[in-house]
């Protein structure tokens, strides 16, 4: 079956700009988890979603960055007022569920996002 | 606090030989999971190994095993017959599933394992 998706692949933008990054996870997954991997951080938890629901928003950096989820699917993160330190691959994840241990996450291939 | 500690940035092996990667790890709770990652050059992140906390045996795949010492908080990645398409980033990363825990993964710093021919 198909893997979790992500679009775009790459994404270019100006400073101060907004983008959307996209999600699709594996079908009938109900978790899913936005991350980020930058040189500097690593690779950091931005938010989870348990069907539509953020319960965990603490990741986040700050308030320019939002992310909703649509119909329990697919995922939108936007970044509002794009910075340079926001140059950066996101990186989206999903589960069947989130309840377990053994509960795998499967990523996507990432947008690599750099703000010029 | 919930910390996964890679202590090796960079590590070589002979092609067909064995390595190990090492993780160690920290966490009061009492059920969590480990897991290991591979990060290709392409950028996608490709799913291992888990080894849960209260698993009895260490965890096999194919080539891949781990080596769950649970008192020393260490799960190390054993790649045995090393292929040239081994050579990646490798990640560990921990699972904490106590109540009202969201299941985000913690990760390591990586280790960059190239295999020489």
């Known amino acids: 079956g198909a893997g979790v998706s992500q679009s775009p692949s790459n994404k270019v933008t100006e400073k101060g700009k907004d983008v959307e990054l996209r999600c699709d996870p594996i079908s009938g997954h109900t978790a899913l988890y936005w991350y980020r991997q930058s040189l500097g951080q690593g690779l950091e938890f931005l938010i989870y979603?348990?069907?539509?629901?953020?319960?965990?928003k603490s990741g986040l950096p700050s308030d320019r960055f939002s992310a909703e989820r649509t119909g329990g699917s697919v995922s939108t993160l936007t970044i509002q007022r794009t910075q340079q330190e926001d140059s950066a691959v996101y990186l989206c994840a999903s589960s069947l569920t989130r309840g377990t241990a053994q509960e795998t996450q499967y990523f996507g291939p990432g947008t690599r996002l750099l703000v010029l | 606090a919930q910390k996964i500690t890679q202590t090796q940035p960079g590590m070589f092996v002979q092609e067909k030989e064995a390595v190990t990667l090492d993780c160690t790890y920290d966490?009061?709770?009492?059920?969590?999971?480990l897991f290991w990652y591979k990060q290709p050059s392409s950028g996608e992140m490709i799913f291992l190994i888990y080894?849960?906390?209260?698993?009895?045996q260490n965890a096999t795949e194919g080539r891949y095993s781990l080596n769950f010492q649970k008192a020393r908080k260490s799960a190390n990645l054993v790649i045995s017959a090393s292929q040239l398409g081994d050579s990646a980033m490798y990640f560990c990363?921990?699972?904490?599933?106590?109540?009202?825990?969201?299941?985000?993964?913690?990760f390591g710093q990586g280790t960059t394992l190239q295999v020489k021919p």
């Open positions: 080894q849960g906390s209260y698993d009895q």
């Open positions: 979603f348990q069907g539509n629901s953020a319960p965990d």
């Open positions: 966490t009061s709770d009492p059920s969590y999971g």
């Open positions: 990363a921990m699972r904490v599933t106590s109540s009202g825990n969201t299941g985000k993964l913690i």
